[in-house]
DNA sequence: GAGCACTGC
């Protein structure tokens, strides 16, 4: 979603005047506990404040002395920005100024910057600079029960952190009850080093701040529904023939059931009773372009209620205004990296009680509202507190690769919140080891290691770039790295032109596959499509995301730059006749452990041969021949195993350029 | 002939 702007000009508890938020009758004791102890967990409500005061109260209470700053961590890049503005406007100052705001690509602070909003991965990437985070005062971790793998992996490093800056003050705020966790995180001594962590309650201290919401009536089943798709639609009208108005949010799993329920509510709607109040369905989820998110924040027409049908991007990340009424269907699609097979795997779960929760909560922040959960009161009894954290369901080598850099030799014994299953830290250990990015001891290499932790792609992709001067396709490497990086956002299809999309994608094909086609769609866009808007609806691209395609490329060819390399875009020199096979032996030193082989009936087995691959529609290789190749991801969805981004490659170039993954492979 | 939840550097 990008337009996040919109998210924060409609959360009303960001209009209300400082002084009526009920956190400032706390601001005495929060600043006295942050001043006698080290560890401070906010346990805040939503609407409680503390996001934009805490900072505030810091500052005028001299934490900023001395030039430093006060830290406020976001899992999401909206969130950093439209806070930081706020902040700003509470203030009285300049964006930029006093208060500063950096995520990745925008870094809007300056010398006089006092409070910094940024995300929890940048602070960590300002780690590999600043080991100790020295210019930092106070750095607030907010979201922390999100559980995202950065904000993690930023506590055991502040954990750690502490020890050596006695002085710092380290505040984390959570929204639900995990607050003994943190504290005990923070008050347990880590093991091995250091000494014993003394007295808990001098070292950390917990406050709680009551929010402001709205009551919501929550309602179940009497018995298990058999389709919830189906009991979601009929739990619509019966909401819409029966309730004052509002409109009306359905969080549902996925593309596929959000399409089939608006379908359903369309042909229904038309057996209203005449004169009665209409009914607009729309669909919400990530992989829409903007204009087609923009429908849901618009008012709906006199006399009609809107009733959105969205993925778990409603739950923390978009907000809409107006819902009165929520409908929850009780599952939500989690992603689960196996390590035995290096698939991940994307299936239907159970929500937390504590997703739970937080998707009731969108109904009340405008008025009372109503939440209704489509299970029953016994199966919401069973479901577990919170969900398994992401640390522990995901593939770890980037990180594992980011704490080596950040001098962390030891990641089996580092101090996680919760410890990552061993299988999956061996796992990221082999996969990096393979690489070249560490050593037989798994220390990392140099240059190579670091600087693949640098570059900000996945460990494959960063060895494929690291290798490419060597090939003479670096600049084509370069734009390969951009793309990939959207995550298959680089199309879009508007409704009814499904042959229009395909058609376009035949226009850039490569016969090479699918890395070259993105080569090709790129370099059209740089030379058409980023001065004619015509260009990406012409050819059922999505604009926002090849711009940032663009973004991503010049931050990797600037990163480059900085190790010494020098990335040749002229485009004066004619390409050289085998520069499309250099390419694909380039990124096969990096893909290499992702290679496979197409069978006569045009699926593809992995290199041991035990499991089945299919290409992905959205590639080239879905309906052409090939024999060996190599793809950027895979993917499990409980029908099928699809690869994605597949090009073709010679058998002998996985022996070439990865003898010892082979070998040892063969035995 | 048929389809990925959401973030982030």
Not at 203 to 215: A, D, K, Q, V
Not at 491 to 517: I, M, N, P
């Amino acid at each position: 979603m990008a337009d996040l702007d919109l998210d924060s000009s409609f959360i009303p508890a960001l209009y209300k005047p400082a002084a009526l938020l009920p956190i400032t009758k706390h601001r005495e004791s929060l600043l006295y506990l942050i001043e006698t102890h080290p560890v401070t967990i906010v346990v805040g409500q939503t609407g409680s404040g503390k996001t934009t005061q805490i900072p505030q109260f810091l500052e005028k209470a001299g934490w900023c002395a001395g030039g430093k700053i006060i830290a406020v961590t976001q899992p999401r890049r909206v969130a950093a920005t439209t806070v930081a503005l706020r902040v700003a406007e509470e203030i009285g100052c300049e964006i930029g100024k006093e208060v500063g705001y950096s995520i990745r690509f925008e870094d809007v602070t300056s010398a006089s910057t006092r409070i910094k909003f940024l995300t929890d991965g940048l602070l960590i990437r300002e780690a590999l600079v600043d080991p100790l985070l020295s210019r930092y005062s106070v750095i607030m971790v907010d979201e922390a029960h999100e559980r995202s793998i950065s904000s993690d992996i930023l506590l055991g490093l502040l954990k750690k952190i502490r020890k050596r800056r006695p002085e710092l003050r380290i505040v984390v705020s959570s929204a639900t009850l995990q607050a003994d966790q943190f504290l005990r995180f923070f008050t347990e001594d880590g093991g091995y080093e250091g000494p014993p962590g003394g007295d808990a309650g001098a070292i950390g201290s917990i406050i709680s701040l009551e929010g402001r919401t709205y009551p919501i009536d929550v309602l179940y089943l009497a018995s298990p529904a058999e389709d919830y798709v189906e009991k979601a639609v009929s739990t619509v009208f019966d909401i819409h023939t029966t309730e004052p108005k509002g409109d009306i949010l359905v969080f549902l799993t996925g593309r596929e059931v959000i399409d089939s329920a608006i379908e359903a509510v369309s042909e229904r709607v038309s057996r209203l009773p005449p004169k009665s109040q209409a009914l607009l369905p729309l669909p919400l989820y990530a992989g829409l372009s903007t204009e087609q998110q923009m429908y849901v924040f618009d008012e709906a027409p006199e006399n009609t209620r809107k009733v959105i049908f969205s993925t778990n991007i409603s739950e923390a990340s978009v907000t809409i205004n107006g819902i009165v009424y929520v409908v929850d269907c009780g599952f939500v699609k989690l992603r689960t990296y196996d390590p035995k097979t290096g698939i991940e795997t994307l299936t239907a779960t159970p929500v937390s009680k504590a997703s739970a929760a937080q998707r009731a909560g969108r109904a009340g922040r405008t008025q009372p509202g109503k939440c209704f959960r489509l299970y029953t009161e016994d199966a919401f009894q069973s479901l577990p507190e919170a969900n398994v954290p992401e640390i522990q369901r995901s593939n770890l080598a980037p990180f594992i690769l980011q704490l080596k850099a950040l001098g962390i030799d030891n990641v089996l014994r580092f101090d996680f919140l919760t410890p990552p299953p061993a299988e999956l830290m061996v796992k990221a250990l082999e996969l990096l080891y393979s690489l070249g990015a560490l050593d037989e001891y798994a220390k990392l290499t140099r240059p190579l290691g670091m600087r693949m932790a640098e570059l900000a792609v996945e460990p494959m992709m960063a060895k494929a770039l690291l290798s490419a001067p060597g090939f003479g396709c670096l600049s084509e490497v370069l734009t390969i790295a951009a793309m990939t990086s959207l995550g298959g956002n680089v199309w879009v299809q508007h409704d009814g032109e499904k042959r229009k999309t395909e058609s376009s994608k035949r226009k850039f094909a490569a016969e090479e596959g699918d890395h070259l086609t993105l080569l090709n769609v790129y370099q059209a866009f740089v030379t058409k499509g980023r001065k004619e808007s015509r260009f990406c609806r012409d050819n059922s691209l999505n604009f926002k995301a090849l711009t940032r395609a663009v973004s991503i490329r010049t931050q990797l060819k600037r990163y480059l730059e900085r190790f010494g390399v020098i990335v040749d875009e002229s485009l004066t020199a004619p390409p050289a006749e085998n520069k499309a096979e250099q390419i694909r032996r380039c990124l096969t030193t990096g893909y290499f452990a992702h290679a496979a082989r197409m069978q006569p009936d045009g699926t593809f087995r992995n290199v041991s041969g035990d499991t089945v691959l299919h290409a992905h529609p959205s590639s080239l290789m879905f309906n052409r021949r090939a024999d060996w190749v190599i793809f950027h991801e895979v993917f499990d969805t409980g029908s099928k195993i699809f690869v994605r981004d597949i090009s073709k490659i010679e058998k002998n170039w996985l022996l070439q350029y990865a003898p010892d993954f082979y070998q040892t492979k063969s035995g």
